[in-house]
């Protein structure tokens, strides 16, 4: 079991004991006692009080450091270990724990030294293995390096949830409805449990704990809502005896299940999810090729290497209250390495999965990647780059799911005034700078290429079957015109004027490059028929493209793709990964910089333009499913009062009618109409959509109104 899993799923209540003028026999002994109730931080400060009333016995100094490394205090643990330099062979690990907290701490080229002293002096049997293991940790040092080197004022802006939320214990595990209610994990109350704040006039309000679940026996880990929120799973850990004399902690997944009488008791997983002796945890839920797919971290046999990220799948369909599930499936040596990978996300609209990693380069502890992919295939992981990372602990990288650009994620960083040391994990918020895509372009008449005045151009989304969605239409003026765009989309501009043919241009926004406008003149030969300097693109030329990437996006020019030199040593030639770090530190574009890439946060639903959730249309699921419409209105603004007692029931989106300048504000999806059903009778009794109705689709296409 790693370090980091033990801290975040083990609940150790600091407590600091009267133990003033004691001897260093009895405050070694209360030391003692304090670690075996892994109450480790309190261990540590007793060690080392004890050791300097008796500085002849570095056994104390050494239990001090150690417990000081438990807790992720890297600054004492630093000065722990440094005066145990002279020593470390009397020692074990102790150089090496050296190496790492001073990485942790942000001390890269005192890492590098430390790294390479440990494999220089070490005279082990396994010494291919360190050497490889070393390579990667000074490669992680030295993209930190390289990063804290750059000094780019990043747009992303990074803040700490307010005290009513982040405490002196643990806080993991954060469940976004809308961006103003949150669901985490906490160990405040003495035992690890879910709490709930609201965010009332941009402040959190004070967390309290989550009503209406059954109760969990065991401890509590994490958990996440199924996208209909009729489902919860979540973990449960005990310690077990693997075999004689040899404990460790297990973690095994659970579910309950919304019934007309309220949730269902706790059920566990299959066996064939749940393996014996091995630990599965971080579950993260989503709908995707009509199923309902859920990932999650394990050290299961067959993985490939300590916490892997796997994934099963069950049916969609939450009327039944035992699910049938696959057995889980690894995702392969592109997303998982040797060591831990944790705290998986996907965000569906951008096909994105973010995790962490201590396998791969980091510059810290756990660093946060971001994957492309769809079960079968993933692009290779790409660094976040700061100041998403840290030299702490970066993990539970969660996107919102209505505002594009912000989300969560947990860290044991120091942070300003609000956290002055790096003992337990707190909650943060980002925000990333939007990305503006426009159109632009002239009308001309070919001829005598002068500009066509008072022409109409319209602006179109090609869906995947090749059909134009039309999202905005302004007249021309000097034949010039003007829209703004989404990326990762294919549009087409058409001009409409009295006595020429109608003219287009196709685009797209796929793997854009670049900030700027995309220049698109039209010029039509008025005696004739168009003749635009691209044609358009349609149907099977469109849907045959190849699948799009989604790139992070950039804080300079400049991405690292090939690993990182090998420093000169004069006692040791270390080998480096055979992996190249790639890193996403043009995730903010300066100001002035014209070269970077599309971003990953690219779901339209997430913002509050309502011109930006018109040219989105919604990804509909093949086969048969059902939606809520609440009402019709001219603009939707999410923010609206009216919304606020449905933003917990399900999902909301719009749907733009173009004949009637009007957006439908529907809730769904539901795969079943039994669960619309029960959704619909709950939205007429507790808000003030009395006149809502039920809607089925098909294959994306909405076929009518379901008749009560």
């Not at 299961?300 to 035992?322: F, H, M, P, V």
């Not at 919304?643 to 733009?656: F, N």
């Not at 029960?678 to 089925?696: E, Q």
């Amino acid at each position: 079991m790693s370090r980091f899993l033990i801290i975040l799923l083990v609940i150790g209540i600091s407590q600091s004991a009267f133990s003033q003028d004691l001897s260093w026999r009895k405050l070694k002994k209360l030391a003692t006692k304090f670690a075996s109730q892994k109450k480790y931080d309190d261990a540590a400060d007793h060690f080392l009080r004890a050791y300097k009333q008796n500085s002849t016995k570095k056994e104390l100094l050494f239990s001090a450091a150690n417990n000081y490394f438990k807790v992720n205090d890297y600054v004492n643990a630093v000065d722990a270990y440094a005066q145990l330099k002279p020593d470390f062979k009397k020692f074990p690990k102790s150089d090496l724990r050296y190496a790492y907290a001073l990485k942790q701490d942000g001390q890269y080229e005192a890492a590098i030294e430390a790294f390479t002293f440990y494999i220089d002096e070490y005279t082990g049997t396994k010494k291919a293995m360190w050497r490889k293991l070393v390579a990667n940790e000074i490669a992680g040092c030295e993209l930190g390096q390289e990063l804290l080197a750059e000094n780019e004022s990043a747009e992303v802006v990074i803040s700490w949830l307010n005290g009513n939320v982040n405490t002196i214990e643990m806080e993991t595990a954060p469940l976004l409805f809308g961006d103003d209610l949150l669901y985490y994990t906490s160990t405040i109350g003495n035992t690890q449990g879910i709490y709930r704040t609201q965010k009332l006039n941009g402040d959190w309000q004070m967390g309290q704990e989550a009503q209406g679940l059954p109760e969990i026996e065991g401890d509590f880990g994490n958990g996440a809502f199924s996208p209909t929120k009729e489902r919860f799973y979540f973990t449960t850990c005990k310690d077990v005896e693997i075999e004689k004399g040899n404990i460790k902690n297990i973690c095994q997944l659970n579910f309950i299940q919304q019934t007309s009488n309220g949730w269902s008791a706790p059920t566990p997983l299959p066996d064939k999810v749940n393996v014996s002796n091995a630990t599965s945890t971080h579950p993260t839920v989503v709908h995707m090729m009509e199923k309902e797919v859920i990932f999650f971290s394990s050290d299961r046999k067959g993985g490939k290497g300590e916490l892997d990220i796997w994934y099963t799948t069950t049916q969609i369909n939450t009327d039944s209250i035992a699910p049938v599930f696959t057995s889980p499936n690894n995702l392969g040596s592109m997303v998982n390495t040797v060591h831990d990978e944790v705290t998986p996300f996907y965000d569906v609209p951008t096909q994105t999965l973010y995790f962490s990693s201590k396998g791969y380069p980091s510059i810290g502890g756990y660093d946060i990647y971001a994957s492309t992919g769809d079960l079968k295939r993933w692009d290779y992981p790409i660094h976040l780059g700061l100041p998403i990372n840290s030299a702490a602990d970066d993990i539970f990288y969660i996107t919102s799911p209505v505002s594009e650009g912000n989300g969560l994620f947990i860290s044991n960083r120091m942070f300003g005034n609000e956290r002055i040391h790096t003992k337990d994990l707190d909650i943060f918020a980002y925000n990333l700078p939007e990305k503006k895509l426009m159109v632009q372009g002239t009308i001309f008449e070919k001829a005598t290429e002068t500009p066509i005045e008072a022409s109409k151009v319209a602006l179109y989304e090609i869906s995947k079957s090749g059909k134009k969605r039309l999202l905005s239409k302004i007249d021309a003026k000097n034949g010039n015109y003007k829209f703004k765009l989404l990326p990762n989309k294919k549009f087409v501009v058409e001009s409409d004027k009295e006595g020429y043919p109608t003219a287009s241009q196709a685009f797209n926004t796929i793997n854009l490059k670049s900030n700027d406008p995309i220049k698109k003149d039209i010029f039509i030969d008025k005696h004739g028929v168009q003749r635009s300097v691209q044609k358009p693109i349609y149907a099977k030329a469109m849907i045959t493209q190849p699948k799009p990437k989604v790139t992070l996006p950039k804080t300079t020019p400049k991405v690292v793709s090939t690993p990182v030199p090998t420093p000169t040593r004069p006692t040791t030639t270390v080998v480096r990964p055979s992996k190249p770090t790639t890193t996403a530190r043009d995730i903010y574009p300066p100001a002035n910089n014209k070269i970077t890439s599309i971003s990953s946060f690219s779901d339209s639903s997430r913002t509050a333009n309502a011109y930006e959730r018109r040219t989105k249309k919604a990804r509909m699921p093949k086969g048969e499913f059902y939606k809520i419409q609440l009402i019709a209105v001219k603009k939707y603004n999410p923010n609206h009062k009216r919304y606020e007692d449905v933003k917990e029931m399900a999902r909301l989106e719009s749907e733009y009618i173009p004949v009637r300048d009007l957006e439908r504000i529907m809730m769904g999806d539901f795969f079943s109409l039994a669960i619309a059903k029960r959704k619909l009778s709950s939205i007429r009794m507790m808000t003030d959509f009395t006149d809502a109705y039920i809607v089925r689709y098909k294959n994306g296409r909405r076929m009518g109104v379901i008749k009560e």
